[in-house]
């Protein structure tokens, strides 16, 4: 009674209010940390994507210089009838050396003769040999042909290395300096996009190494993972979910499931190694491989997520389904995992993700190696696109500082573009209630 | 499966009048069931008839067994892992839980409408094909359509939905969601529809229609259901059963039970002395 009498008071009535004040402060600080911890996550995201970015970017481009070719037959080594293999092993980089020689006339001797044609990136014959074999016809002729510059010279026209010769770290000599800035006067050295970089595999060479090879290995590696994972997981879910006995093997399964969730991936490398390497004699370096050892890594993830959400999906659609007459599996496949499916493919996406973004085990099978051509199917030898940004961030050559943005952005893009998907597939089977 | 034959002798409840004498004549028959959740024993030796075409209302406060009863018939308890059924049920003779008797049959003689209101997330026409479907109850599209309509007429839906058929069941009120588990229900032409609190979630207008609709589906079907509103049981219930901690206390005319009640718990319940 005493209560009642002093809630209706003056006095009693300001304490109401004051703490009523309190609760309204705690909740606009709580809002305010929420933000703020929003902010500073944005921020370092924002840090993060506008470094590489910065620094990937002008991987993407490359400094080449037009040159008037005349296709010597002589220089070349090789006459204009001769077959194929003739024609391609012809000295397309002495051909090269010889238009940049002619554009100087009088450059002489041959310390400063092998001074300017250093200007040239190894892979400067490439695009003329192209040339000669789709039509033989053009040996003889003139043609204007774009070239890549060495990798010193592309970190100089990109600003990443002094210009001035004097300062340490320059890598052009004066002369060199001098012939570059002729060229660029002339209107023949810019930076043109870098499709070498996006459709050949790695090389020592800066100038001529390229992230496909990485990116097929990668999809390759992801598609077997998906392939065996989601089926694999999927299924072991539904099992688990819907038709085992809860009984203590069940319970021991969960969580020898839940366990293997919290494993190192590394140690699914190990694994990888001594079973798939060792025992089933599958080759070093296969996407195959990296796709199994990763469908280890992925499936407890898959499973769980399954799990998650095949419960998620109220009882009384299952009821409805079974009080129809029909059978368990009729009523998983019709009803439950329609129902669940989107958040399936949501863990789904995750584990993949994971799964792309992985390094270490495959480390472990092999798939560290240098390769240089791009794998033509899930058993040829490849790297992935992580232990290619692991390959690349290792090299010294400044240029391949900026391969190693550039590779982390198509990765990037490649999570984007499976997100993208995710989500589309999601809209697509998301239900109203 | 203690008893089978006919003539059983009289069991112990105070139901034992109301049973008929010969159960073959009943639509359900359960002698002496007994339900058991783990330890413990939600049904205590059941004998109770349900005659065909007739509305039998059961009735009784929270956690009496009627639903547990319920859920026997078509045999839905298999879904709980710690269930346990004993004893003897029939449906037109047959034991419903014989091992011969396979429980996708059965359910499709034993249709039931559960308490909240659960279509399936799909379109309404889906909802009410899907139990023809999965039986394989029409030979082509059209006698599938007319199947549905003739389903969704009976419930008392078709003049409201029949323009949209095509849209999400989930998206009707909660009544029309009712009827339309109804219409699911009859769509596969059981014998029985069991009821578990049909319109426990409904409002007054929509749980009247959902009544008449029950009054309506007598003529064709054996219904059982479970109610707390005793004036739901005493509208659209020919006999009543009513259970008190797992027992059947009295079963009778529903118009016996309410005007001149035997036992005096069920005298209590009805008065609304406890409940």
Redesign the interface.
Known sequence: MTEMVEQTSAPAADAVTSRLKRRYAAERRFQFMGMAAIAVALGFLALLLVSIFAKGASAFVQTQVQLEVTFDAGILGVAPGADRDTLASGDYLGLAKAALWSRFPDVSGRAEKRQLAALLSPSAGDALRDMVLSDPNVIGSTRKVWFPVSDSVDMTNKGYLPRDPAVEGARLNAAQMGWLQSLEDGGVLTKRFNWQFVTTGDSRDPTQAGVWGAVVGSFYSVLVTLLLSFPLGVATAVYLEEFA??NRWTDLIEVNINNLAAVPSIVFGLLGLAVFLAVFGLPRSAPMVGGLVLTLMTLPTIIIAARASLKAV?P????????????KL?MVT??VLP?ALPGILTGTILGMARALGESAPLLMIGMVAFIVDVPSGPMDPATVLPVQVYLWADSSERAFVEKTSAAIIVLLLFLAVMNLAAILLRKKFE??? | MAQTSAAVAAPATSASQNTLADRRLAKVSARDVNVYYGEKHALKHVDLDIRANEVTALIGPSGCGKSTFLRCINRMNDLIDIARVAGSLTLDGDDIYDRKIDVVQLRARVGMVFQKPNPFPKSIYDNVAYGPRIHGMAKDQTELDEIVMTSLEKAGLLAEVKDRLDEAGTGLSGGQQQRLCIARAIAVSPEVILMDEPCSALDPIATAKVEELIDELRENFTIVIVTHSMQQAARVSQRTAFFHLGELVEVGDTEQIFTNPQHPLTQGYITGRFG
């Open positions: 006995p809860k109220p009384s659609i299952r009821e409805a389904a079974l009080g129809m007459g029909s059978s009729q019709d009803h129902l239900r109203r209630w």
